[in-house]
């Protein structure tokens, strides 16, 4: 006697977390129903086998329904067929727009096309993570992606008001969205020892610092894109490099900022030079597509010096966190991306990278300077000298974030970078 | 005459992409009612339209209001082509008809397509202005309130119950009409939905119209069905209870009454319990005597067949006056004919009811059942369809003669059913044999009854399982002892009824759900031959089905079962028996014996051992059941009690009851401790099966409880958390070497499982109780057997629940009072006062003076005194009460004030009032459930029955899920679908919620499915009582007190 037929409708949709999270990561019913069987449900409860697959079978199904309206989560909330409470609701959305660490190092900066999803297979096998679960997670990227693409306003509110995430997830899928609309490199060796919750960090600084959002909020592709005018802008920096006189203050400004601050002062103070000219090279260059895409790694690549030693030692750093004001003018530019975090109280990631401080703080040298010496008169030339709104609250990147919540964060220090 | 029927569409959303070429869809909307179309403008390019239209207004007539119902049609507009029907949405229009319910229907109510299923929602205002019709050969019964529950709905009173209302519309089913050739399954169903609504709509105006003839408004119980019976067409039938009901305005009774003296009050006889004969407080004054004293307690069945009908059992009459002549004094006989004359007037004194006012039930019999399997023939005239409801008619004189039989006037909990393959059908019709009170079935009598009151109300709680048959004339052999709690009246040993556990029985431990399943084997035949085959059977499971429930009854260690179902389901090639009940232990019922097997061959060692090993394995299983379910009755310590039952008689009626016994062999020895036994005769393999499968019933789970009443027996602490559900399972049979035996292991596995899988679903809700657990078997094919479960899970407080049977019967009696407030017009605290002076000091004293003669110990006596008087006091109290609030209602509102002045009453009612306010917190959720209340909640308002018929198909039955994901998704929808008109008619809840129908069928090789679903319940608005509370805290208490008095009177 088999079971042609078996189902199970509630009034409120019943979730069983256990159940939804095996969905989600792929398992098929069979599968399922093995892992139930190990985690020894069976026992606690006195069910058979056959209960427990019916069970499986049953939540799947509903799961299956639920995925068509978890694609559009203002929908889910809308429909009429499934009465689920708003805390599950939110529960559901939350865990299907989840991902995997593993997985979106691997795609990230990567255009988000078919070629690259044709590219699953290997990924899931290079993860571990299952085949259907790489593609749920890759079309919810893909889908993200497609919404908020041309869209105005902030990128991550964006993305929170269309996919209902949490504030937290919704930051995340922003530096997806970011990285992947300017397909940074960051699957080279090198920079394998970031973990995405770097990259992310470094996303939504750039987002706030670098894109023609920073300077005015109603531009189209305001938070996608990396803005033309400052990367341009960039190539002026050269001077700091090439005039010594400029050098010297430059450096004069960014040791008394960071003086007492750092436990590897001396020797930043020491390469300077070397540190300084590395960081403006790469800045100059950002206007070349292909340079954009390499910033990453040539960061970790050309940037000399031994600011990297500075890694992972946040401790040693002041925790500082003083706000910061926002530039009125599009001239008055932060002078550092880092600043912007510590503006919006302290990013809760941490900064591991130094990669990610450094090219802004070469690029507008007087940055890290400027933000403890505010009252002397900017020497950088053009738009790039810090503007009395580069905030005096640096140290907080370095050591207020500590390590944010995200796995993997405290990375290797970046030292070969130096 | 004419009502104005006013439809708004505002708006749409989600809808789905017509134009595939814009991704967009360019809607609009018919609007048609009756013979009346209109057309909202098209709103191009969008999947959110906004039409905002103007008021469409139909002009019609009450008649075609109730039978019609709203069709919306959403659809998309193609220039060059026919326009694309997106969905539609039908409205039943009815509870706009009467002026308590709902006054605009106004919401989102989902897009279904017969093909794709719910396709985005639509935004629908409805109003209707009616205006009266005073014409009395009208044919419209606008007015009428109709009510799934089957109990006096929670916010009224019952001022008379008339009795039974039944009635049937007959049409050609469309799916089966020439045209069916030619047009699209899709045009068919929707064919058939239409037409099912209008017959709905029918057929509920016509039982209106019968209502209103009996003077009624109201019909509770109300209960439609449909007959598929394909070829020879579609029958509608509809059975209900009319009653007169007047709306507790006061409906604040609920909440301080659970917190009144009043509760207490009640409680205080109980607590006595452990101890039964405390209770024979009851005066044996001349009003006490019962007018019938016997009550068989088994299900009495007959069948007939297609060719013979015709009633063996003859009616006995005469019998019931007979015995009221010689035992009871002259105004029991008095009053029993005005009963007896008050019920004969009805062609058939049937209540579709399960739960009652107190006091309604006085007796209860047993089980009736009548059965009778039909070929069915072309309905050749369908405005008379004189077959069908000759058929039904036969069936109920049959359930009205043995219920005579039985010595009762009355079926309660009654219900019909059919089970139709190809063209035969099994009209079933079963029902509880009872003895009512006169009072609420008769204006006028509401004068003789108060002192009839005061005597019904003593024998607290055993009351209606004593027999209402003669001792001398029984119809069949059974086996009675006095009395457990009264020792005054003859009991049965166990007692089957189709009705709820009455609010105020007195139990031990919880109850359970039992369940009795068959399957019998049938030759495959055509017609004529066919239906013999099955009325040859039949009796045959009957039997069995009995003898099931009993063992298993016997096997938890129970006396009685409530709310027995059983459904015989004919197939091509078999017969299934699913009977379902949940047993209790009750106090005034004998302990029941264990079971004990018998071998047939005696000299065999090993088998003897056997039999033995057995016997120990039941006796163990009995022992487990009775610590499982916490039945630990009282021992009775006879020599204490000084029991009222002369020791002599009891011999001689033992010697009786041994010479009497039939196949089921039963001993009886009260003087020496022994319990009589069951024996179970082994004497060849079956029955080794049969005693198997009693044992293989697993329990469930610790913290879970399931039963298929309303409420469990023994469980009263429940929490607010609600979950109802249903689940379908279809399993194909292998086919090789097809025997009974296997046949019904696999369906008793199938069950089985079943029910496992729900407790395992459930267990996040642990303590939870499974229940109005309702198990419906259909044979859709050869192999197939379908079994759907309705059930609703509750949880309860646990910690309250472990405590002693004592604390079981105080909740019980909560309830109990509970409802009866509920019932009342005034609650019991009027009666706070009772030990002051008052008026109604007469039926103290008579009391204590009857209890004086009863023979109690004095010290004993004196408590039992206090009590019951007291209880008495009140009953009499109230009654005058209501009394006088009756006349009052009919005459000047004024006088009323002085009645109520000094009561704390009005507290409630001005809490009650502001109650709804509050209702609208809880938007969006919609709770379902077969219950008729809703726990931790108070219904404050019924805004009318919800009737509703779905057919879903699938051509890409493989895309979509398989069978699985079909029925899936198509009951989500049912049941969103239902969630949204109730939303729309301003309610949170559906109570009394049952799916009546679900017919699947599948062809897998095609790739196709279909199904259909009719599902109903009330709509209804209930607040939460915590809500309640803090409202009613907040208002000031005093203020306006005369005012609330006199204004909730005056309604």
Redesign the interface.
């Known amino acids: 006697?088999?079971?042609?037929?078996?189902?199970?409708?509630?009034?409120?949709?019943?979730i069983d977390e256990d159940v939804y999270r095996l969905w989600l990561d792929g398992y098929s019913v069979s599968d399922a129903v093995g892992l139930r069987v190990r985690s020894g449900i069976l026992e606690q409860?006195?069910?058979?086998a056959?209960?427990?697959q019916?069970?499986t079978?049953?939540h799947y199904?509903?799961f299956?329904?639920l995925e068509r309206l978890l694609h559009t989560p203002p929908?889910l909330l809308?429909?009429?067929?499934?009465?689920i409470?708003p805390s599950r609701q939110a529960l559901l959305i939350e865990r299907y727009y989840a991902f995997d660490e593993a997985f979106v190092r691997e795609v990230l900066g990567k255009k988000l096309s078919k070629g690259t999803k044709k590219d699953l297979d290997d990924i899931s096998t290079k993860t571990g993570v299952t085949l259907k679960s790489c593609r749920r997670q890759f079309d919810n990227f893909k889908r993200v992606f497609k919404v908020v693409e041309e869209m105005r306003g902030s990128l991550a509110g964006n993305i929170q008001q269309h996919f209902l995430l949490s504030d937290r997830l919704a930051r995340d899928y922003a530096a997806v969205v970011f990285f992947a609309n300017n397909r940074f490199e960051t699957g080279k060796k090198k920079l394998q020892y970031l973990t995405f919750g770097d990259l992310a960090f470094c996303a939504e600084l750039m987002i706030q610092n670098w894109t023609p959002g920073a300077v005015d909020s109603q531009v189209d592709d305001m938070d996608v894109d990396l803005d033309k005018e400052f990367l341009q802008d960039l190539k002026e920096l050269k001077v700091l490099v090439a005039d010594k006189d400029l050098l010297d203050l430059h450096k004069s400004l960014v040791c008394t900022a960071l003086r007492g601050k750092l436990s590897v002062f001396p020797e930043m103070e020491a390469n300077f030079k070397n540190l300084s000219r590395g960081l403006v090279n790469i800045a100059s260059k950002l206007t070349h597509t292909k340079d954009v895409r390499d910033l990453f790694v040539d960061l970790v690549e050309k940037a000399p010096g031994p600011l990297g030693s500075l890694h992972g030692h946040a401790a040693q750093l002041p925790p500082a966190h003083v706000p910061r004001l926002r530039p009125r003018s599009p001239d008055a530019r932060p002078a550092c991306p880092l600043l912007g975090p510590a503006a919006k109280g302290g990013g809760g990631r941490g900064i591991p990278g130094q990669p990610r401080s450094s090219p802004p703080r070469s690029a507008r040298s007087p940055g890290p300077g400027a933000r403890t010496s505010r009252p002397q008169p900017p020497s950088a030339p053009g738009r790039l000298p810090p503007g009395p709104g580069s905030g005096p609250s640096c140290p907080v990147e370095w050591g207020g974030g500590g390590t944010g919540s995200r796995a993997g964060q405290g990375n290797p220090a970046p030292r070969g970078r130096s | 005459m004419p009502g104005k029927l006013k439809v708004k569409i505002v708006a749409g959303?989600?809808l789905p992409v017509m134009d595939r070429a814009s991704d967009l869809t360019d809607a609009f909307v018919e609007v048609k009612f009756g013979n009346m179309t209109f057309k909202t403008d098209v709103y191009h390019k969008s999947l959110n339209p906004q039409w905002n239209s103007e008021w469409f207004k139909f002009e019609v007539d009450d008649e075609d209001l109730q039978d019609e119902p709203l069709q919306i049609t959403v659809l998309d507009h193609d220039t060059y082509s026919a326009n694309d029907a997106i969905g539609k949405v039908y409205i039943d229009i009815d509870p706009l008809l009467y002026s308590e319910a709902a006054t605009v229907i106004s919401g989102?109510f989902?897009i279904y397509d017969t093909i794709h299923g719910?396709r985005g929602?639509i935004n629908v205002v409805v109003k209707v202005d009616l205006f009266n019709d005073l014409n009395r050969f009208r044919q419209s019964s606008c007015g009428v309130k109709f009510f799934c529950t089957t109990s006096i709905p929670k916010c009224y009173r019952a001022v008379i119950i008339h009795g039974f209302v039944e009635e049937l519309v007959v049409n050609e089913d469309p799916e089966y009409q020439w045209i069916d050739r030619i047009r699209t399954p899709r045009a068919s169903n929707e064919a058939r939905q239409r037409l099912i609504s209008l017959m709905s709509g029918e057929l509920q105006r016509k039982i209106g119209l019968k209502v209103l003839e009996m003077r009624g408004n109201a019909v509770v119980g109300y209960l439609q069905c449909f007959d598929l019976e394909g070829e020879s067409g579609l029958v509608v039938r509809a059975i209900g209870t009319a009653c007169t009901l007047d709306k507790l305005s006061s409906t604040a009774a609920f909440l301080p009454a659970c917190n009144s003296p009043s509760k207490e009050m009640k409680e205080i006889p109980f607590n006595e319990d452990p101890n039964p004969n405390t209770h024979s407080s009851g005066p044996s004054t001349p009003l006490k005597n019962q007018t019938y004293s016997f009550s068989p307690s088994k299900s009495y069945s007959r069948q007939s067949s297609s060719s013979d009908t015709d009633l063996s059992l003859t009616p006995k009459t005469g019998m019931g006056s007979g015995s009221a002549g010689k035992e009871g004094g002259p105004f029991k006989a008095l009053l029993r004919q005005q009963t007896q004359s008050a019920l004969e007037q009805r062609e058939f004194p049937f209540f579709t009811l399960t739960a009652f006012p107190p006091g309604f039930l006085v007796h209860v019999g047993g089980v009736v059942s009548a059965r009778s399997v039909k070929l069915l023939d072309r309905i050749h005239n369908p405005d008379e369809p004189e077959t069908r409801d000759a058929w039904w008619a036969e069936i109920r004189q049959e359930i009205k003669s043995h219920a005579k039989a039985l010595g009762c006037h009355a079926v309660v909990g009654y219900s019909e059913s059919t089970s139709i393959c190809e063209e035969v059908c099994i009209l079933s019709a079963s029902g509880t044999a009872a003895v009512l009170n006169p009072r609420f079935l008769q204006d006028g009598t509401v004068e003789g009854c108060l002192e009839q009151r005061q005597e019904e109300n003593l024998p607290a709680g055993c009351g209606f399982c004593h027999i209402p048959y003669d001792e001398l004339n029984m119809p069949f052999p059974a086996h009675l002892t006095y009395c457990y709690s009264c020792r005054k009246q003859k009991v049965p040993d166990v007692l089957f009824t189709t009705i709820d556990l009455p609010t105020d029985a007195t139990v031990i431990g919880k109850g359970c759900l039992i369940q009795a399943r068959l399957c019998r084997l049938k030759k495959k035949a055509q017609a004529e031959a066919n239906a013999t085959a099955i009325s040859n059977l039949l009796p045959f499971m009957e039997y069995e089905v009995h003898t099931q429930l009993m063992n298993k009854l016997k096997l938890k260690g129970m006396n009685a079962l409530f709310g027995l179902r059983i459904q015989i389901t004919v197939g091509e090639n078999m017969l299934m028996g699913l009977a379902s009940a949940t047993g209790v232990y009750l106090t005034a019922l004998p302990t029941p014996g264990g079971i004990q097997i018998a071998g047939k061959t005696p000299n065999d060692g090993s088998y003897e051992q056997h039999i033995s090993h057995m016997q120990k394995k039941i006796n163990d299983t009995i022992a487990k059941n009775k610590e499982l379910y916490e039945i630990n009755p009282p021992e009775i310590p006879e020599e204490i009690i000084g029991s009222p039952i002369p020791e002599p008689r009891q011999r001689s009626r033992l010697l009786r009851s041994q010479s009497e016994s039939s196949d089921e062999v039963i001993e009886l020895d009260l003087s020496h401790g022994k319990k009589d036994a069951f024996v179970l005769e082994i004497d060849d393999t079956d029955a080794m099966e049969d005693v198997h499968s009693l044992l293989t019933d697993v329990p469930p789970?610790s913290g879970f409880y399931s039963c298929n009443t309303e409420i469990m027996p023994g469980i009263n602490n429940w929490t607010s958390e609600i979950?109802?559900?249903?689940?379908?399972?279809?399993?194909?049979?292998?086919n090789i070497n097809l025997t009974n035996q296997t046949l019904n292991k696999?369906f008793n596995?199938?069950c089985e499982?079943l029910l496992?899988?729900?407790?395992?679903?459930l267990?996040s809700m642990i303590p939870c109780c499974l229940c109005h657990v309702n198990f419906t078997v259909s044979l859709p094919e050869d192999e197939?057997i379908?079994v759907t479960v309705t059930a609703v899970a509750i949880t309860f407080d646990k910690h309250q629940a472990v405590q002693t049977t004592k604390t079981h019967v105080e909740k019980s009696l909560q309830r109990a009072s509970t409802d009866n407030e509920e019932l009342l017009q005034f609650p019991l605290e009027l009666c706070t006062d009772s030990l002051g002076p008052h008026p109604f000091s007469p039926a103290k004293e008579h009391l204590e003076s009857a209890s004086s003669n009863s023979g109690i110990p004095a010290a004993q006596r004196a408590t039992s005194i206090d009590y019951s008087s007291f209880a008495d006091r009140c009953n009499s109290w109230i009654e005058l009460i209501k009394l006088k609030a009756q006349t009052i209602r009919r005459g000047s509102i004024k006088t009323t004030v002085s009645v109520e002045k000094a009561s704390p009453l009005t507290e409630g009612h001005f809490r009650q009032r502001s109650a709804p306010a509050c209702a609208n917190s809880t938007v969006g959720?919609?709770?379902?459930t077969p219950l008729s209340f809703i726990p931790g909640a108070k219904i404050t308002k019924y805004l009318g029955i919800i009737n509703m018929f779905f057919i879903r198909e699938t051509t890409s039955l493989r895309e979509e899920?398989g069978?699985?994901?079909f029925?899936?998704?198509f009951?989500?929808?049912v049941?969103?679908m239902v969630?949204?008109h109730v939303a729309a008619l301003g309610g949170n809840a559906v109570v009394s919620y049952i799916m009546k129908q679900c017919v699947?069928m599948e062809n897998p090789n095609k790739n196709q499915a279909q199904c259909l679903i009719n599902v109903s319940g009330d709509a209804v608005i209930f607040v939460r009582e915590s809500e309640l509370e803090i409202m009613s805290t907040q208002q000031p208490i005093a203020s306006c007190q005369p005012a609330c008095g006199g204004g909730e009177i005056a309604t």
């Not at chain 2, 959720?925 to 379902?928: G, L, P, S, W």
């Open positions: 006697m088999t079971n042609e037929l078996d189902i199970f409708v509630g009034n409120t949709t019943l409860t006195g069910a058979t056959g209960v427990l019916s069970d079978m049953d199904r509903t299956h329904m929908k809308h429909q009429l067929v499934f009465q409470p | 959303r989600h989102w989902p719910i929602e789970p979950q109802m559900f249903t689940s379908v399972r279809v399993s194909r049979l292998s696999n596995d199938l499982n496992k899988s729900l407790y395992f679903k267990r197939l379908q959720v919609v709770k379902m899920g069978v699985s994901g029925l899936h998704a009951i989500a929808e049941f969103a969630r949204a699947f």
